[in-house]
């Protein structure tokens, strides 16, 4: 009778622990109920997170997103939501602080100059990357998810918002007025930035320097001091306006002498600095409007009438 007794209750071992993988697996997807149960009732790993997880090497810029993504495949099974590099960054900002530092420009005015970024120090051997707990995680992610990028052609702006509040500024350059055979697409294209509604559809974070004119890749660069150095490793930005990917991507400039011109082939481009925080505020799927307004209203309030480099209002 005992072991008829103990076969049923070990029956029942295999049910509970499917149920609570069924269950960890629904927390996963909703993060809002991940939060609410883990508020509401004794969560798994309740009593670890938050958790400061200290560095046991230094981590240069190009092994970082590899390090990245096998520390999130790490953690992420230690989280009652999902677990993402963006999520990460969010809840450690001094990381960005000190991706933002690796931009040339920076270096050069403490007097530093860096021929590879690449082999730059992201995190330092000691330093430590907190996990949040479900209810930071959960507000960090309902942050992003309301973020969305706003570019305005005539301006030379990207902005970014979260809901109606502007988090950021920064000034990029935008394509040129012409026509040009590019090899890349071996056809004529009208290198205007185009303009619309949209998403970034993927991160390329080891992204192929081109010349899409005559599809020469390159790892070099004259910068606008006029030295050589090494490309940095930064990711693009792909967009998808109006439901069409026209390779025209969001990406750092060595040359921010170019920044408030129509100068590049559609692209838009920006500081290295400031690429790294459009790229850790828009996840794939950010929305991303593109647009073409010369009527503005600048920063003292004065209404302003900006100059149609695109030659739309002859």
């Known amino acids: ?43 798994l790993y309740h009593n670890l997170l938050p958790l400061n997880v200290k560095i046991d090497r230094n981590i240069r810029i190009e092994h970082y997103f590899q390090f990245m993504d096998s520390f999130v495949k790490k953690y992420d099974s230690m989280t009652p939501y999902k677990l993402t590099e963006h999520l990460l960054v969010k809840s450690n900002p001094w990381l960005l602080d000190t991706l933002m530092n690796t931009d040339y420009y920076r270096r050069i005015a403490l007097d ?6 690449r082999k730059m120090i992201a995190l330092a051997e000691g330093t430590s990357i907190t996990i949040p707990d479900a209810s930071v995680a959960v507000k960090l992610m309902h942050s992003l998810k309301n973020t969305y990028l706003d570019v305005n052609i005539p301006e030379f702006k990207l902005r970014i918002y979260e809901n109606s ?32 509604l949209g998403i970034i559809i993927k991160h390329h974070k080891n992204p192929r320097y081109v010349n899409p004119v005559n599809n020469h890749e390159y790892v070099v660069t004259k910068r606008d ?24 991507f969001i990406h750092p400039t060595t040359n921010p002498v170019t920044l408030g ?54």
Request: aromatic share 12%; charged share 25%.
């Open 1 to 43: 009778m005992k072991t008829i007794k103990l076969l049923s209750k070990l029956a029942v071992i295999p049910v509970m622990l499917l149920w609570i993988s069924f269950k960890w697996s629904s927390l996963k997807e909703d993060p809002y109920t991940a939060y609410a149960y883990t508020v509401g009732k004794t969560p």
């Open 261 to 314: 011109k129509a100068y590049s082939n559609g692209c838009i481009g920006t500081r290295e600095s400031d690429a790294w925080v459009i790229y850790y505020h828009a996840p794939i799927n950010t929305k991303i409007h593109i647009r073409y307004d010369l009527n503005i209203i600048d920063d003292h309030g004065q209404a302003q009438k900006l100059k149609d480099i695109y030659g739309y209002f002859p």
């Open 112 to 117: 530093s100059f860096v021929y590879n970024q």
């Open 225 to 248: 001091d006029n030295r050589v150095t090494k490309l940095p490793l930064i990711p693009f930005l792909e967009t998808e306006i109006n439901g069409l990917r026209n390779g025209q």
């Open 165 to 196: 509040l502007k988090l950021y500024e920064f000034p990029v350059r935008v394509g040129r007025h012409e026509k040009k055979y590019l090899e890349m697409s071996g056809r004529m294209e009208d290198l205007r930035t185009k303009q619309g």
